[in-house]
């Protein structure tokens, strides 16, 4: 059994707790769901055998919702990227 408590941007209101705990509970190995908007955090207790914590995090973002470090293009990343399309255009 595992436990891990992600920050989550974009929950304003009971009803988000709501989606988030459904959708949560809605997948194979969630034990237990508490999300708290004011907080900005979502705590789940998982069967690390059954789920992992990237499909957890997922489920939440399919929601609508941002988790802190997930599924965001690092600032370098980025960089690497733009440069790479400038030096082609001027190899062009």
Do not use: P, W
């Not at 207790?45 to 941002?66: P, S």
């Amino acid at each position: 059994m595992a436990k891990v408590t992600l920050a989550v941007s974009g929950m304003k209101c009971d009803a988000c707790e709501n989606l988030i705990r459904d959708a949560l509970m809605g997948r194979e190995g969630v034990v237990a769901v508490k999300a708290d908007h004011k907080a900005k955090c979502v705590e789940i207790d998982y069967n690390e055998n059954q789920i992992d914590l990237d499909a957890l995090k997922q489920t939440i973002v399919e929601r609508g919702f941002k988790v802190a470090g997930f599924g965001e293009e690092s600032l370098i990343a980025k960089i690497k990227a733009f440069l790479d399309k400038l030096l082609q255009f001027f190899k062009s």
